[in-house]
């Protein structure tokens, strides 16, 4: 579907009778390096993708909630705020009513709200379409009831949105960086504090081409092992009497490590601690001006995630396998894991040879064809009209 600025604005009228009050627009994410370190405190780094969720909305006064989805095979769903309870609905719409909910919750006066949406972040691949959604959702509803909240306060609206009204238990990345991602650069955010900087990262300006490769494998088993993952860090916090593992020095690894008996919480303090340091190192060698450097530490990341936190699964290895093989510079899997993407980082001339290695790397194993495309940062949440 279209998420052409005019076309969701005319499709709105369509839908409701009248012209948009505004359009605003939200992108997904793709997390350069820092995996599964948000629920220990530790530090991300995400940046903004073109794909991105468009909202065309006007207030209402009459405490009427209608949505609209252009990407979902239904009419419009009409909703009270008022009637707004967490996890009563368990469809697309509880994304934008637990963003209305939240607000709400936390005194906004949300009166009603008409809203359309259409959105290019594909559902499901690990790219964030959930929060690109929520804070589209959000960002409209500041604006047009003069809420003058910053980006990071609707990031933390909308991840409590998602976690209490959706009921999925995520972090604070994936909001963030779509409410603050910047053109041109990688949010290093510190999820204890929610401190941010900008980092450059300008993959043209240098000849490199940064591909995201979806696997198109979906996991069902993804949430229950999240949550073990999350229970075996906070035990491993535990056990070494530290709030998170955030907490840990990677000095202190190898003597931290020694204090631990299980050999699986063991994995998983290594994979958070040295995940830890691969952000620290990718700031300084971007801000130092040298993005090849961080080839290597991508393909480090991989490794952890894979044989530490054990979270990759035989697509997402064989993309990394395949590009390093293949002369990519670093790769790795993002998001989650369990399916989802991996990305790629490639000098400009290697994207055809990379992207045909992998695909006939798929086809030879009897995989289902993945889809690949090359990941500009792009900016964050914004008004678009
Ligand atoms: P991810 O955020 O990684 O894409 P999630 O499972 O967190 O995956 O969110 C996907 C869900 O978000 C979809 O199942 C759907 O309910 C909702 N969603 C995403 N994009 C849209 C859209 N354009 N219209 C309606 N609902 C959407
Ligand atoms: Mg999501």
């Known amino acids: 579907m279209s998420t052409d600025t005019s076309a969701v604005a005319e499709r709105?009228?369509?839908?409701?009778?009248?012209?948009?009050?505004?359009?605003?627009?939200?992108?997904?994410?793709?997390?350069?390096?820092?995996?599964?370190?948000?629920?220990?405190?530790?530090?991300?780094?995400?940046?903004?993708?073109?794909?991105?969720?468009?909202?065309?909305?006007?207030?209402?006064?009459?405490?009427?909630?209608?949505?609209?989805?252009?990407?979902?095979?239904?009419?419009?769903?009409?909703?009270?705020?008022?009637?707004?309870?967490?996890?009563?609905?368990?469809?697309?719409?509880a994304y934008p009513s637990g963003v209305v909910w939240a607000l709400r919750e936390a005194g906004h006066e949300i009166?009603?709200?008409?809203?359309?949406?259409?959105?290019?972040?594909?559902?499901?691949?690990?790219?964030?379409?959930?929060?690109?959604?929520?804070?589209?959702?959000a960002l409209a509803l500041n604006d047009l009831f003069g809420l003058g909240l910053r980006g990071w306060q609707l990031a933390r609206l909308c991840q409590r949105a998602e976690n209490v009204y959706v009921g999925a238990p995520v972090g604070i990345m994936d909001q963030t960086a779509s409410a603050c991602c910047e053109e041109g650069h990688a949010l290093f955010l510190d999820t204890r504090d929610l401190a941010q900087r900008q980092i450059p990262f300008d993959l043209a300006a240098e000849g490199l081409r940064l591909l995201v490769?979806?696997?198109?494998?979906?996991?069902?088993?993804?949430?229950?092992?999240?949550?073990?993952?999350?229970?075996?860090?906070?035990?491993g916090a535990a056990l070494l009497g530290v709030d998170a593992l955030r907490d840990i020095a990677y000095e202190d690894l190898d003597a931290s490590l020694a204090r631990i008996d299980d050999e699986e919480i063991r994995r998983l303090v290594r994979h958070v601690v040295t995940e830890d340091e691969r952000v620290e190192r990718v700031v300084t060698l971007l801000e130092e001006g040298d993005p090849r450097a961080i080839g290597p530490v991508l393909y480090a990341g991989h490794a952890s995630l894979r044989d530490d936190f054990k979270v990759s699964c035989p697509e997402l290895d064989l993309v990394v396998e395949t590009a390093s093989d293949n002369d990519a510079l670093g790769a790795r899997m993002t998001g989650g894991g369990f399916g989802g993407s991996a990305i790629v980082l490639v000098e400009a001339e290697d994207?055809?040879?990379?992207?045909?290695?992998?695909e006939a790397a798929f086809a030879a194993a009897g995989f289902t064809a993945p889809r690949t495309f090359e990941a500009v940062p792009s900016a964050g949440a914004r008004r678009l009209r």
């Open 111 to 137: 009166t009603g709200a008409d809203i359309h949406l259409a959105s290019t972040v594909p559902a499901g691949a690990g790219l964030s379409s959930s929060a690109a959604l929520e804070v589209v959702v």
């Open 12 to 93: 709105f009228t369509q839908l409701y009778g009248s012209e948009p009050e505004g359009v605003w627009a939200a992108p997904g994410r793709v997390n350069l390096i820092g995996e599964h370190t948000d629920y220990n405190d530790g530090f991300v780094m995400p940046f903004a993708l073109p794909h991105k969720a468009v909202a065309a909305v006007s207030p209402r006064t009459d405490g009427l909630l209608r949505l609209h989805s252009d990407d979902v095979d239904a009419g419009v769903t009409e909703l009270r705020v008022a009637d707004l309870t967490p996890e009563s609905d368990r469809g697309w719409t």
């Open 213 to 235: 490769v979806d696997t198109q494998v979906k996991h069902s088993h993804s949430e229950g092992e999240y949550g073990k993952r999350r229970a075996g860090c906070e035990r």
């Open 351 to 358: 994207v055809e040879p990379v992207t045909k290695a992998v």
